[in-house]
């Protein structure tokens, strides 16, 4: 068995970076102030204060929401385009168009190591960060199956990838500290706080789950690690949003663990809920006040899939005050196309789209967000 990296070899890894240089976009530089990230105890100590920070009910704004994203495949030569059109289509326009916006890159962040003994392995070069902030993304989540899927070279390489990355990475650290970490935007004036963490029950999560002492992946079977978090956040910010990786591959109804975690977090003061892994898209509502979205599907994606429905995809915004209510939603539907690329839909086939994501929420349990 593959020994993981000592604590001792990262400090010398990270201690050699480079600052990636670059500047971002005028989008985020106009709305989003890159924040910090938070310090939660993530593996004990007492509960969380009380006291939430404090929001501002007049302010108003939107939160944009993706699926899973590769550069593998048929999406590799996407790290290659130029404007107009990013990397992820025109869709991207929809991302930018919001004051943040969030989805979960499935790979490790690597050119090295060897594949992990399982049937899937990805991996995209550090480049990949940049293209993705190109593209109107603010914020990446790694928590997931496939973030260390080239061993200990290709964990050294993400963690130095998170550290010299233009836009933030949630769900993965140095430790469980970092991972489970929020990252705390400014976003016109409001604080957003943005966690991540896996559900998947897999190899990723055995074996490279962060510790006290071990860099890895934010693992959401430690749920009371995960709703620590989620109040420690809520201390810093009125707005929290988890992005989970969860559900079971092509079922398109959420799972008891799933249902159970997102009351969980919900009592722990999220805002917004939301995540992917299953291929396939599920329903999205709200639960008491916090929007609860099951599964976003398949967004940028590298191949075919033999699940139903899982080219259907889109954008989700939400609309939020400045207090963490959420307000509103609107959905963009998508279809991913022989590219692998999100292309957006319009006119009949859109209402079509919208019609069949809204009935999804029947097996959720879930209330319909506001108009």
Known sequence: MRRAVSAAVLLVSLSCLVSCGSEPPSRAADHVDRGTSGSPAATGGSAAPSQPAAGNPAATITIAFAGDVHFEGRTEARLNVKAPEQALGPISRTLAAADLSVLNLETAITERGAPEPKTYTFRTPASSLKVLQDSGVDIVSLANNHAVDFGPSGLADTLAAKASSPIPVVGFGKNAEEAFAAHVADVKGVKVAVLGASQVVDLTNQKWRAGADKPGIASALEADALVKAVQKAKTQAPVVIVYLHWGEEGVACPTGAQTTLAKRLAGAGASAV??????????????????????????????????????????????LTGEGKVTGEVFTPAQVNSQGVPAPETGAVATASLKRRDGLRGCTGLAAVPK
């Open 274 to 319: 939301v995540g992917t892994h299953a291929h396939t898209m599920l329903g999205a509502g709200m639960l008491g006040d916090t929007y609860v979205a099951y599964g976003f599907g398949n967004f940028l994606w590298y191949g075919t899939s033999s699940y139903a429905n899982s080219n259907e995809t889109g954008v989700t915004t939400l609309t």
